[in-house]
């Protein structure tokens, strides 16, 4: 079995900053990406970064220059660093991993519990 533990989040005022880090643990194998979505109320699910093995990223059009995705790989862990808040950036976030089991073949994707996020104006 594997988990996600997610930590951080909270509240920020507008221009401030936030860390989130979510922790895998269990029976893991290997980890191909670490990443972080987000859920507006009201709207859908989306991508705010990811990061695959090797380091290459990708991030929402969004929060490009402002949020930065990090991962250590000793640790299996992966942090966003949230810089420049905004009101819009509200939302619960999720840590999503594909992970590959012990004794397992194929990848799959695990979800964190989701934090929240509030930024005031």
């Known amino acids: 079995q594997v988990q996600l533990v997610e930590s951080g989040g909270g509240l920020a005022q507008a221009g401030g900053s936030l860390r989130l880090s979510c922790a895998a643990s269990?029976?893991?194998?290997?980890?191909?990406?670490m990443g972080w979505y987000r859920q507006a109320p009201g709207k859908q699910r989306e991508l705010v970064a990811v990061?695959?093995?090797?380091?290459?990223?990708n991030y929402a059009d969004s929060v490009k220059g402002r949020f930065t995705i990090s991962r250590d790989y000793a640790k299996d862990t992966v942090s966003l660093q949230m810089n420049s808040l905004q009101p819009e950036d509200t939302a619960v976030y999720y840590c999503?991993?594909?992970?590959?089991?012990?004794?397992?073949?194929?990848?799959?994707?695990?979800w964190g519990q989701g934090t929240q996020v509030t930024v005031s104006s």
């Open positions: 999503n991993c594909n992970i590959r089991e012990r004794m397992r073949a194929t990848y799959r994707a695990y």
């Open positions: 269990g029976s893991i194998s290997s980890i191909n990406s």
């Open positions: 990061i695959i093995s090797g380091g290459n990223t």
